[in-house]
């Protein structure tokens, strides 16, 4: 043991301290900053030491002392000996980077582990470090005998297999023995760690005895058993009939109940369990044939009361009596980092990273439709968090930053009065369906803009496009455009020209087979019209009219309403006297003309945001044939809407736009995640409000949560259930809720609920900054996602919520301690602590709640 | 309060006396009393922005009517929600998309609590006009 000495200006303060294994390799950091105080600090630093179990070495592996050395900030060092204690503080150290190396010594003096971490020493702070100790790493000898009595065995052969309990790579490794006379020895190297090891004695064809133990070698160090055949042969087919980690066993550490694999030829069972469980103390609950008892170390182990460490591999023993039938090794692997709770009520439990600290997530799904719940809370217990604890949680967020798209909002929107005497040359619209062949380029129109038919716009038709071959036949595009918005007479702030709305027509309603927006939007959800059973709809008509007017009267330039659909258009002016009478969607002229310099763009962004909208609208009026008229089912808003918002992701590459997805376009189409800092499309408000209803649609101002949460929602559905496939599923449901979800997945997941879709949103939005997710919890592929319908193919790029922000939130919002969510129906609620070392936490689940943990 | 007591008191015992057939272009879910329909679905919104409805939905013949009056905005915080609403029809259905709208006067929320348009709790005498006689009305 080599023997340091001690600085005298150092004070050492010992603390006795929970033991934790640890078994990371490497240099820890801790730093805390101030501008405070003098010109020096002190370091409170914990060790962390790995299991002092010692199987079969000639080296004592028991960590008894500790050294310290420690460099600092020019040329300045500290050494420590002899230290006990497992803990250590060290007073006034000059302000700047140390580097501390920590070394454990066995009772012989011998090193056996060694850690060091780097502590920024700051002003008249105190620092707090961990350091973990792990074993010398390097080479170190096995020798394994068995013997037995060659009289009762004839044919003796012997087997013997290794593998690393230490390494991820379990795969095992051969072991020769040398046979003698009642007599089998094998030896090697190995690196060092914990292996398992099996052997087995046949004679002829029968295993006559088998051994499973654990191997622990050193470096440089001799590991060495011996094993003595006797008595009755073991009964080789006697095994655990079932293992199993029980929550109500171990209700402070388990979340669930974990079932362990049992593995006859392998003799190993394997349980899995989250990522972060403290393995020190569980009780397990285990099956075995009658008159067949499981021991550890000499000791019977009652099912649901006895106690294991199992940081390590456990080797059960069976036996009848007093008969050895041979052993189990029972490995507990904590290894799961997305698991679904179903534990409700008051309860507590404790998760240790201490070797690696994790973010936690909890994600609380409420998967009722129709009810909601109390809100859950989880509170935070005894623990500790590194010190780069991420401060990323929710803030106040300021109203301003509100979205300014929306599609419409408001039912007072058409209350804008207009003379109600208009100049003889403008014919209402009425009956444009039955006499489109009259239409010519200047026609003049009325357009009646509310319920009742009170209020007209008069506009001029600036494009006929006719005989347009199609999938659903030959079409017709009509665009108009009110007087007051058309350059150079109208009055408004930007006006609209030809060359808009040739842009716009060329955008929709183009020669040649999925090459615009009528295409791709038809083959997902078939055609806008056709023949109804209803006598006061409009007839079959292929005529398209788009009408271009300063919606609202607002002249806004900068937001406000981009466009929108009503279904009274399709009705026949002799039930609803405000129809035009014609398949017709109305998009902003204002928004349409507005450039981003002085010159407009197709691409700037209004005429972006506008083309976009083209497909949004499109889907509406698609929505109201094939759902309303054909299925007599009258779908819910968020329903609606939602297939509204994917169409414009599922067109977006095709028309070279950002669209709800928000990714900038410049040059090429983006289909990856972005970068941080996204502002633009649905998400942002999104990550802010993500503890909003589904199928729940907001009004006024709130409105644009509901917009931004039915986007996310479909976008997800769009990224793992068949993208556009699965849009003409919803549309083809006779349904028009959430079972119309159902039913389009009915295909191809028979067995999934609304409510698993909800959980698996869940996790889907907690790992979005992740490409490499189970099924079903995908946003993030890196790059695009691709279905086919109607024979298009689409692509819809990635989605990393973390790029999005909101003000001065980053990421999705979630709660950090207390109350989660507000338990609204079918809804996710979102709780985050991030760099967790160790921590209990404390649960209020009310009863219906899925609770879902992520470890990242 | 006491007024409306009494209103509803009237409403009640014609619910429960004078059930007439249904009007409507379909079967109705639910059993008009003289001018006064008394019917239980969930709460939906259903359309497109901005020409949405709060519907009232019965599953039992997927029928829907929209709402309308002093009500809606309290009745749409119950989206989802199984509801009871007494109203008249003020305008027949149309067809796709326009279902019949009534004017509601009042509602049971999934509290069972009875409120009138405006929202105020009215006190249903436990002898005369139970929530389990209106439900045996509605035949649960």
Redesign the interface.
Known sequence: MSKKSFATNIHMILTLTVLVLSLVVGCDHAELSSDLGPYRGDVRLFFFRASSRTIDTDIDMRIVSYGLEAIGPNGSEVSLSDITEESVLLNNLDVGTWQITIDGYNPEGIRVGSGCVTVQVSRGLSVQADVHLVPLEGEGSYALDITWDSSEVGDPSISGRLFSLSDEDSSEIAVSFHLHDGLATASGTLDSGYYGVIISLSDGDAIIWTKTDILRIVADGDSAASYAVSGSHADSDVHPLGFLLGFADNPDTLFTDSVGEIDQESRRIRVSVPVGTILSALVPRFITEDGVDLYVDGVRQISGESVQDFSTGVIYGLYRGETHLGDYLVEVHPEQTVLEIDRHGAFSVSLDFSDDPKDVWYILTNPSTNSNLSVPSIGLGAGYVSTDRSLSVAKAVSRTMLPDIRQKSGVDEFNRQLPSAFPARYPTSRHLASVSEEIRFDDARLFSIDYHGTNHVPAICKKVRTGIDTLNGTKNLYIWVEERSWSPSGDRAFLVTQQMVDVLADKFLVPGPANDIYDWVTAIYGEEWGASEWPNLIPDTDDIHILLKDIDGDDSTDGGVLGYYWAKDNYLASSISGSNESLVFYLDSVLLANPDGTEWEADDYWPGKQISTLAHEFQHMIHFYQKNVLRDVSSEVWLNEMCSLVTEDLVADKLMLSGPRGVPVAGTFDYSGGTPGLLEGRLPLFNRYNDQSVNVWLSGDEVLRSYATAYAFGAYLCRNHGGATLFNAIMDAQEGDHRAIEAALATSCPDLTFADVLVDWGKAVVLSDSTDTEPYTSYNNGSWFASSQGGVEYHVGSINLENYSYASQAGPHHTISGTVGRGLKASNAYFKESSVVRRTYEFSIPDGYVMTLVVR | MIGYRRTLLAIMLLCLLCVLPAAGRREQPSKAISDLLLIRG?I??????????L?IRSEKV?D?HVLVGEAVALL?AY????VIVVGTIVTAA??????ASLDVHFFRTPDRVWHDAGGRVILVPQDVASDAKILEFLGE
């Open positions: 969930t939906v919104l259903t359309g497109n922005e901005p020409h949405t409805s519907v997927r829907d749409t989206q989802q929600e199984a149309i067809g796709p998309g326009f279902p």
